[in-house]
């Protein structure tokens, strides 16, 4: 570990939060209790992580009005999701970590634009390293693994949360339906040319979070996998089957179909999670000898001053 390692290790560590954010976008009954302590936690690490004198900071600024714009993003973010009074989770007196459903698509868009930004933060951070000679191997593999396991992930989350909505919308289409017939002497809306279920505000809304949903979802699986061979297979089969969305592909167990659609990256997600966490356990053990090794220095460096001085 070295000091540019320990640098772009900061801004990793913020984009790994921020991947961790993708567990609160789960739909309620695939959620486990969320512990508040560690969303507190997870607020401090980030204010400091995030701060002023932060290399993340310095980054953003030094990339004009989309830094600015970055900056302004993960404050929000940060607020949203883990200050004691987040407006997208949040907690009771009693400790219970509450996310308001509603604002789940919002929250996954927020969270793919962040990571597209810090991920490009880390790779220019990367190649500084490597250009000068500074890139250790177990360095690089956490920071690639990381990326991996993220992208994975974050298709993983919007599989479920595109066919959640997908749900959603024909549940929607269906009670118009309904409502349209008994308000209109009876008729079956399928025969009536004038009816259009795009009329009722509820679908629009639900199909408007779904193409943004959707839009998000492309994002995270189009921006990795150029030499990973794995995501691009799984990648390539669930754009095929996400042809179940726009009628060219029919299924006679729609329940059965969409299991496997959101299990293309379970794969991946159990391959990638055990070796991660291994390498940040590792990488953690070196932070704190460099940072005590750092530590030691800079008291011997004063005490000599202090000596000098004295002379």
Same mark, same amino acid.
């Given at each position: 570990?070295?000091?540019?390692?320990?640098?772009?290790?900061?801004?990793?560590?913020?984009?790994?939060?921020?991947?961790?954010?993708?567990?609160?976008?789960?739909?309620?009954?695939?959620?486990?209790?969320?512990?508040?302590?560690?969303?507190?936690?997870?607020?401090?690490a980030?204010?400091?992580?995030?701060?002023?004198?932060?290399?993340?900071?310095?980054?953003?600024?030094?990339?004009?009005?989309?830094?600015?714009?970055?900056?302004d993003?993960?404050?929000?973010?940060?607020?949203?999701?883990?200050?004691?009074?987040?407006?997208i989770?949040?907690?009771?007196?009693?400790?219970?970590?509450?996310?308001?459903?509603?604002?789940?698509?919002?929250?996954?868009?927020?969270?793919?634009?962040? !990571?597209? @930004?810090?991920? *490009?933060? +880390?790779r220019? /951070?990367? $190649?500084?390293?490597? &250009?000068n %000679?500074?890139?250790?191997?177990?360095?690089?593999?956490?920071v690639?693994?990381?990326?991996?396991?993220?992208?994975a992930?974050?298709?993983?989350?919007?599989?479920?949360?595109?066919?959640?909505?997908?749900?959603?919308?024909?549940?929607?289409?269906?009670?118009y339906?309904?409502?349209?017939?008994?308000?209109?002497?009876?008729?079956?809306?399928?025969?009536?040319?004038?009816?259009?279920?795009?009329?009722?505000?509820?679908f629009?809304?639900?199909e408007?979070?779904?193409?943004?949903?959707?839009?998000?979802?492309?994002?995270?699986?189009?921006?990795?996998?150029?030499?990973?061979?794995?995501?691009?297979?799984?990648?390539? !089969?669930? @754009?095929?089957? *996400?042809? +179940?969305?726009? /009628?060219? $592909?029919?299924?006679? &167990?729609? %329940?059965?179909?969409?299991?496997?659609?959101?299990?293309?990256?379970?794969?991946?997600?159990?391959?990638?999670?055990?070796?991660?966490?291994k390498?940040?356990?590792?990488?953690?053990?070196?932070?704190?000898?460099?940072?005590a090794?750092?530590?030691?220095?800079?008291?011997?460096?004063?005490?000599?001053?202090?000596?000098?001085?004295?002379?």
């Open positions: 570990m070295n000091l540019e390692e320990r640098n772009v290790l900061t801004i990793v560590t913020i984009a790994r939060i921020v991947e961790n954010t993708l567990w609160y976008c789960l739909p309620a009954k695939e959620q486990s209790n969320f512990s508040n302590e560690e969303r507190l936690t997870r607020y401090q980030l204010k400091g992580l995030t701060g002023e004198e932060s290399p993340f900071y310095v980054n953003a600024k030094n990339n004009g009005e989309k830094g600015e714009k970055l900056i993003d993960m404050e929000y973010f940060i607020e949203d999701c883990y200050s004691e009074n987040g407006r989770v949040t907690a009771s007196l009693q400790g219970e970590v509450k996310v308001e459903e509603s604002l789940i698509p919002e929250l996954y868009t927020t969270i793919v634009e962040l !990571r597209a @930004y810090l991920e *490009s933060f +880390i220019s /951070g990367l $190649k500084f390293l490597k &250009d %000679n500074l890139l250790e191997k177990t360095f690089e593999d956490l690639n693994d990381d990326i991996r396991y993220y992208h992930f974050a298709a993983k989350v919007g599989s479920i949360l595109l066919v959640n909505k997908f749900n959603e919308l024909n549940s929607s289409a269906k009670l339906m309904q409502v349209y017939s008994q308000t209109h002497e009876g008729k079956n809306p399928a025969n009536d040319p004038e009816f259009n279920v795009k009329n009722d505000p509820s629009r809304m639900i408007n979070e779904f193409h943004s949903l959707n839009e998000s979802f492309v994002t995270a699986l189009n921006s990795y996998g150029e030499n990973d061979n794995e995501f691009i297979n799984a990648r390539e !089969r669930i @754009y095929e089957d *996400s042809e +179940i969305f726009t /009628g060219k $592909k029919h299924t006679t &167990d729609i %329940n059965k179909y969409f299991e496997i659609y959101t299990s293309y990256f379970d794969k991946i997600l159990s391959s990638t999670q055990e070796k991660l966490n390498e940040f356990i590792e990488i953690g053990k070196e932070v704190n000898t460099f940072e090794d750092l530590q030691k220095n800079q008291e011997k460096q004063e005490e000599n001053k202090e000596n000098s001085d004295g002379e």
